[in-house]
């Protein structure tokens, strides 16, 4: 069985680029968390945020329905519609998380 594990942090995204750019921590921290806003604010508005060769990220609005208790399937909830957001890794990330052999780096 494949051990987990941990999960990276923020953070940890902070200090390693700080560390490979020998830049302050605080420096790198403000401009991770105004990239985080910015994502999050286009995403707010509807629009898809892209990322050549690293990914999109997508509003998909889901319709309500209703949902079930597995354990009671007589009680039913409605579930409202609600917007999610989806990710689609790009065509190097996908490379890359499988192991296989890729030619260019993601940047």
């Known amino acids: 069985m494949k051990t987990k594990r941990p999960n990276m942090q923020k953070r940890q995204l902070v200090e390693r680029i700080a560390a490979e ?40 609005q889901r319709q309500a329905r209703i949902g079930r208790n597995p354990n009671k399937p007589e009680d039913t909830v409605m579930i409202p519609a609600h917007a999610h957001v989806r990710f689609k890794p790009g065509r190097l990330m996908k490379q890359r998380v499988s192991g296989a052999v890729v030619t260019k780096p993601i940047r």
């Open 21 to 60: 750019t020998d830049l302050p921590q605080h420096d790198v921290m403000a401009v991770v968390q105004k990239t985080l806003d910015h994502i999050v604010d286009a995403l707010a508005e509807g629009r898809d945020v892209e990322f050549r060769e690293f990914g999109i990220f997508r509003v998909v």
